[in-house]
């Protein structure tokens, strides 16, 4: 007998389990069936038109994606909002819709862990613990120190290309050997112990302010230099691992990762009449 969407959520369960949510966050089975039988499942970051899209012309009968489709402010889903659309679309198309976010950054192969592990991090810890041994980010420790400059070449090399790459606020030259990194939006801990004691840290979204307080911080009284990355790149590392999981769990459902870029930036032109 074929799995079922409900089986499928069990094991996302089971891998990412909802408790480790946020209480703001909306996880798991979102729309679909769950009695419906499941033969393929197709991973993304976003449920978004163009990852909607290729899950039904794919064939896959559960799109799994990390960010909710239905999480602020959805007091409807009419066909003409994107998001009613795109529910409507899922559910013509026998599409069910699972969402693992939160809860898939706290566990041991989280997104911030796949992340530090892509980088060459040891010795990794949460940036903030749980109460099970998990937690939100990751501090650790490159294997040979470096500069800030190469480290950012590093990461730049480590993620899939976006049109922002990889932005930074420090010296070129700096010493770097302790880092922490944050997949996702990671401002809220600019000034948690973890990551002022870091040399450097990896996160994205970081907002003109609170980086700019961090840095002022860091030169009057030490604290880590900066590198904000595209959201979409941080995490879309972990589609990877986080399906490795499940076909080692569901033998008989193909477990297929999306492709495509769901960064929501196409190019970029440097200020000062530079080329893009």
Known sequence: MPSTVAEIAAVAESLWPAAGAESWDAVGLVSGDPAASATRVLLAVDAVAATVDEAIELGADLLLTHHPLLLRGVTSVAADRYKGALVARLIRGGCALLTAHTNADVVAAGTSAVLA?????????PIAPDAVGGGI?????????????????????????????????????????????????????????AVLGADVYVTADLRHHPAQEAREQALLGGGPALLDVSHWASEWLWLAVAAEALRAAL????????ELRTDPWDFAVLSGGQGA
Request: charged residues 20%.
């Open 117 to 125: 592990e892509r980088l060459g991090l040891a010795g990794l810890e």
């Open 251 to 258: 033998p008989d459902v193909e477990i297929l990762v999306s």
């Open 137 to 193: 980010g990751r501090v650790g420790e490159l294997a040979e120190p470096t500069t800030l400059g190469r480290f950012a070449r590093l990461v730049a090399g480590a993620l899939p290309p976006t049109a922002g790459g990889v932005r930074v606020s420090g010296d070129y030259d700096q010493p770097v050997r302790r880092v922490a990194v944050c997949g996702g939006a990671g401002d809220t801990f600019l000034a948690s112990p």
